[in-house]
């Protein structure tokens, strides 16, 4: 009987469902039931510089830059904060539009840069010079295309900082659009974070999203900024975020006041190469932190690999089955507590479709992380 392919196939796909439910219970549900939620009144302590490196950017920057200016972050009635600008070798309007608003707002300034550094890839040169001229030691990072909540993004991320915690990690959704392709893209997001702020709270950081993302500028220049990856073209945040975080340096901001919305692409193919972009930096993450989404990704890849095996080999199904919808209601109820903290309620509907298309998405994805790719970030 303990030879039989019947019951070994039921035993693996049982093993592989219990790992997944570790994640889901050890990790995951951190996220689903964490409560701790800042004050929406922040009183300013500390001067923040919030940096945007931009290129080709003068209608996103005309929408966006006015909310980044006029956050709630005051004392004494004037901005506790400046915005640094990069202008990073712009073609179109954006060196005229950005002198112009320096003029209306004083507690702007723009960093023109004319050339670009050969041994520099992606934002990491611009973003560079953008910490480099910031006056303050606290930093608050996102992009030339990301629209924050409200006025009080600012406050209520940089009131994460502390004595200890020298990285805040925020979220950056997509907004809401019609169609199938956007709510991959929202799923796919919102997975993504689900996982780096529950390990974050688990106190395994591994990386951050550079569209919300604060930490302090001495933590960027102790780890010599971005010399140890500074030839590949993505790794600006994730990467540096893994190579500087630890178990007590890291705090997470996930109050829906500090969101920062971004457009999703319109198109698989645009879509699939920002991934690749994003994706290229994993093979380079510690190797703990490897160990843990590779054996993530796994164990879902084997448990609906090993479930099909088993009902192949149907003898010991009634067990197989108990462990499948124990996994589909564990899993089912931690995602939507996940998704629901994260306001992207509508997608709970779709989880379980999701599921099965994380299949093909994590195979499509392999080569990304694996291999390496000729990729440009402009």
Same mark, same amino acid.
């Given at each position: 009987m303990f030879e039989s392919p019947d019951l070994i196939v039921s035993a693996i796909f049982i093993f592989f469902v219990l790992i997944q439910l570790f994640y889901f219970l050890f990790y995951f549900s951190r996220l689903a039931f964490h409560k701790k939620k800042p004050e929406t009144d922040v009183s300013p302590t500390k001067p923040v510089s919030i940096i945007v490196c931009a290129f080709n950017e003068e209608a996103n920057l005309k929408k966006n830059l006015p909310l980044l200016l006029k956050q709630d972050y005051l004392k004494n009635g004037k901005p506790f904060y400046?915005?640094?600008?990069?202008? #990073?070798?712009?073609? #179109?309007?954006?060196f005229y539009m950005l002198n112009e608003m320096q003029k209306v707002y004083p507690h702007m300034h723009v960093v023109h840069l004319t050339q670009?550094?050969?041994?520099? !890839? *992606?934002?990491?040169? &611009?973003?560079?010079?953008?910490?480099?001229?910031?006056?303050?030691?606290? +930093?608050?990072?996102? #992009?030339? #295309?990301?629209? &924050?909540? !409200?006025?009080?993004?600012?406050?209520?991320?940089? !009131?994460?900082?502390?004595n200890t915690k020298k990285i805040v +990690?925020?979220?950056?959704?997509?907004?809401?659009?019609? *169609?199938?392709?956007?709510?991959?893209?929202?799923?796919?997001?919102?997975?993504?974070?689900?996982?780096? +702020? !529950?390990?974050?709270?688990a106190k395994t950081p591994y990386m951050g999203v550079g569209r919300n993302l604060a930490y302090e500028k001495e933590l960027f220049n102790n780890n010599k900024g971005f010399s140890s990856h500074h030839h590949l073209i993505s790794g600006d945040d994730d990467l540096f975020i893994n190579q500087v975080a630890n178990s007590n340096n890291t705090a997470i901001c996930i109050d829906p006041h500090t969101f920062t919305y971004s457009e999703a692409k319109k198109t698989n193919h645009d879509w699939h190469y920002q991934k690749k972009r994003h994706l290229s930096t994993g093979m380079y993450y510690k190797g703990k932190h490897k160990f843990l989404l590779g054996l993530y990704t796994f164990s879902h890849f084997a448990t609906w690999m090993s479930l099909v095996a088993a009902i192949i080999? &149907?003898?010991?199904?009634?067990?197989?089955?108990?462990?499948?919808?124990l996994r589909w209601v564990i899993m089912w109820f931690v995602f939507q507590r996940c998704f629901s903290v994260l306001k992207e309620k509508d997608l709970i509907h779709y989880i379980w479709v999701f599921d099965i298309w994380l299949l093909f998405y994590n195979l499509r994805s392999i080569p990304s992380v694996f291999f390496k790719q000729q990729l440009h970030w402009k």
């Open positions: 400046e915005v640094v600008v990069v202008n #990073d070798n712009s073609e #179109d309007e954006t670009e550094a050969k041994l520099i !890839s *992606g934002k990491k040169f &611009p973003l560079s010079m953008g910490i480099k001229s910031a006056h303050c030691e606290h +930093l608050l990072l996102t #992009d030339a #295309d990301c629209t &924050p909540a !409200s006025d009080k993004w600012l406050g209520m991320m940089v !009131s994460q900082f502390s +990690l925020g979220y950056s959704p997509y907004t809401k659009k019609q *169609g199938w392709l956007n709510k991959k893209i929202r799923f796919e997001t919102a997975h993504t974070a689900m996982q780096y +702020l !529950s390990y974050a709270l080999f &149907p003898q010991f199904i009634m067990y197989t089955a108990i462990a499948f919808v």
